[in-house]
């Protein structure tokens, strides 16, 4: 370590994107405590879609996990992204039935995206790909800001809310493709399912979905 980045850290440490404990030098972006103490997902965090074939998801939703989230959402936390990644390309590696050709994202709306700085999606997805010796590939566009999901109560009134919200990018990436399409969160799976029914539609032979947390 040179003197300048020993003079960095000393000025900025760095913090465990997951608890914000000040992290020594050997620790890759988290914790030895948040590295046994997370809330792992069992089997792969695995949950079916009424639409996309299933989702896995190495943590669950909870706690310290919802608090990491919510600072890489809204608290210009975009750095986050490659710790993540790692969690989740290890999630994927291991899922022994989970096949696919393109690795996708659910995208943002360009509005929103302006206003974030950065699709956090789009950059888990980057991050995870790129573990995986892979590229991502664009497949869905966010042509209606739908308002937030997480404002809303149960997956009837969420799949109406998001209906009609995206729309395939150049069906020629998505036709006849096994697609694994990447997002931060599941909760009722109804922003999920509606990707992949534009997927489908599209010509896509299958959709699978990866995140990096999913409810309880
Ligand atoms: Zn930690």
Redesign the pocket.
């Known amino acids: 370590m040179s003197f300048f980045t020993a003079f960095l850290d000393l000025l900025f440490p760095k913090k465990?994107?997951?608890?914000?404990?000040v992290l020594n030098s050997s620790n890759e972006g988290?914790?030895n405590?948040?590295k046994v103490s997370l809330p792992f997902a069992e089997n792969y965090g695995r949950q079916s879609g009424e639409i996309f074939d299933f989702c896995i998801a190495p943590l669950y939703y909870t706690d310290?996990v919802r608090h990491s989230i919510l600072r890489y959402k809204f608290r210009d936390s975009s750095y986050y992204a490659p710790v993540y990644a790692k969690l989740l390309a290890q999630c994927i590696k291991d899922c022994p039935d989970l096949n696919y050709d393109i690795i996708s994202w659910v995208p943002l709306s360009k509005e929103r995206e302006h206003k974030r700085g950065y699709d956090q999606a789009l950059l888990l997805a980057e991050a995870t790909a790129s573990i995986l010796d892979n590229e991502v590939t664009a497949t869905l566009i966010k042509s209606r800001d739908a308002g937030a999901q997480s404002e809303l109560g149960d997956k009837e009134q969420r799949s109406k809310n998001i209906s009609g919200a995206y729309t395939a990018a150049d069906p020629n990436n998505i036709k006849n493709k096994h697609v694994l399409l990447i997002d931060d969160i599941i909760t009722t799976g109804s922003t999920l399912d509606e990707c992949a029914k534009v997927l489908l539609d599209a010509g896509a032979q299958s959709v699978v979905c990866a995140v990096l947390a999913r409810g309880r």
Do not use: E
């Not at 465990?16 to 404990?21: H, K, L």
């Open positions: 465990c994107v997951f608890c914000a404990r988290w914790c405590k948040c310290v």
